[in-house]
């Protein structure tokens, strides 16, 4: 236990009359989480790594890292500022918006409304968007990625892009993401604090999903949690400019500012190793962005990745019981689907998966992929709306 965790405590000692936190209470008792250690050192650099460098030193060791100014370089991070300029071009779009500014899936309430009305609405009412961007909305066309993800074949094994908007002071619950996360911060600013990857399994879970903890990260109950603890953690504070790579499974709890907050998060599914073909031969010659347009990974891929992923630390192995445990999606017949997927991968019966058997896949019917599917947000625009835009550009 460090000295300044132990100085903190005693003061909370020192004031418990006037709160519920008593001087035999453990460390971080009812306070947010991170309160009951001092973070782990999370790497803040100024420059972009290469592609190669950025799969090794980050992506296969599972370790996040703040990219200063990398987000400065999208078109975006100038255009998007402009509530105006997203009217104009995007204010047709039926964007599913959740009430309220606490992100859990678990317990939210999505409207479907334009996003012009929402641009009109969302400074001063309980307003946020937390969706995918998907391959048919046109907002795909302006989004970039960033220098460390510009070749080598990330842009192919781009699962999601997730779009985040409010005016501010929003908040999530523990949770994990099923990707490889690059989130880059384009207005606002977030503090994150991330637990790692490998003590996801211990972390406890909320029964009705997969992804999020049970844990309140504003009010921690060490007593009921121990586990919580001696739990490790990073902390990352980012500002508008800023990208922040978040390992798939890694939990995390983020705060945003109390002004206007955007981010893009690009999730991808991490490549086993890169084709540098499409390169430069000099890396000093890449470019500082690269447009991501609408292409996503094949299903066949995001299926393998997704096994992947379920194997801990990237090991070499996945086993029959771990995987029934992790592989409950959204809109999933749980356990009928999931023993037709573990029947179409497990070919010897032997009860385990091995890295090897999830690379030799290279056919499986469209039912185990179905069954193995997220669901995707449909893109959908305001009629009436467009008929109005439509008219004025006639007119004009």
């Not at 307003?127 to 302006?142: G, H």
């Not at 962005?289 to 992947?308: C, D, H, Q, T, W």
């Not at 995707?376 to 004025?392: F, P, R």
Request: charged share 30%.
């Amino acid at each position: 236990m460090r000295a300044s965790s132990i100085f903190i405590h005693v003061l909370f000692c020192v004031l418990s009359r006037l709160s519920s936190v008593q001087c035999d209470d453990p460390l971080g008792h009812l306070q947010p989480l991170g309160s009951h250690m001092p973070p782990i050192n999370i790497d803040v650099i100024d420059t972009p790594p290469s592609p190669q460098e950025f799969l090794d030193k980050y992506v296969k060791v599972n370790k996040p890292v703040v990219i200063r100014g990398a987000a400065k370089a999208f078109d975006i991070f100038n255009t998007w500022k402009n509530d105006e300029y997203l009217r104009e071009k995007y204010g047709k779009w039926l964007a599913p918006v959740e009430i309220g500014k606490y992100e859990a899936h678990f317990n939210e309430t999505v409207i479907k409304i334009s996003f012009d009305w929402f641009l009109s609405n969302y400074k001063d009412k309980e307003l946020s968007i937390i969706r995918d961007i998907v391959s048919k909305n046109p907002m795909r066309d302006e989004i970039s990625l960033m220098k460390s993800m510009s070749c080598g074949g990330y842009h192919d094994r781009v699962t999601n892009v997730i779009f985040i908007f409010s005016s501010g002071s929003g908040q999530s619950a523990i949770h994990w993401d099923p990707a490889e996360n690059m989130h880059c911060l384009l207005d606002g600013t977030k503090e994150w604090t991330i637990i790692h990857r490998k003590d996801r399994h211990i972390l406890p879970e909320y029964n009705e999903s997969r992804v999020y903890s049970v844990v309140d990260p504003m009010r921690v109950d060490m007593k009921k949690y121990p586990v919580m603890q001696d739990m490790p953690w990073y902390h990352a504070s980012i500002e508008a400019g800023d990208c922040l790579f978040i390992p798939n499974n890694s939990p995390h709890y983020v705060k945003s500012g109390d002004s206007r907050n955007m981010a893009v998060s690009i999730w991808f599914a991490a490549p086993k190793s890169l084709d540098l073909k499409d390169c430069p031969e000099n890396m000093e010659n890449l470019p500082n962005s690269v447009p991501l347009g609408r292409s996503l990974i094949s299903r066949l891929e995001n299926f393998k990745a997704m096994l992947y992923m379920m194997i801990d630390n990237r090991g070499d192995e996945l086993k029959e019981e771990k995987f029934f445990h992790d592989i409950e999606y959204p809109g999933m017949d749980y356990y009928d689907d999931a023993v037709k997927v573990w029947k179409a991968i497990d070919t010897d019966d032997d009860g385990v998966i091995t890295a090897k058997e999830i690379e030799d896949i290279t056919d499986i019917s469209d039912e185990v992929l179905d069954a193995f599917s997220l669901d995707v947000d449909k893109y959908e625009e305001d009629e009436e709306l467009t008929k109005i835009v439509m008219k004025a550009k006639e007119e004009l």
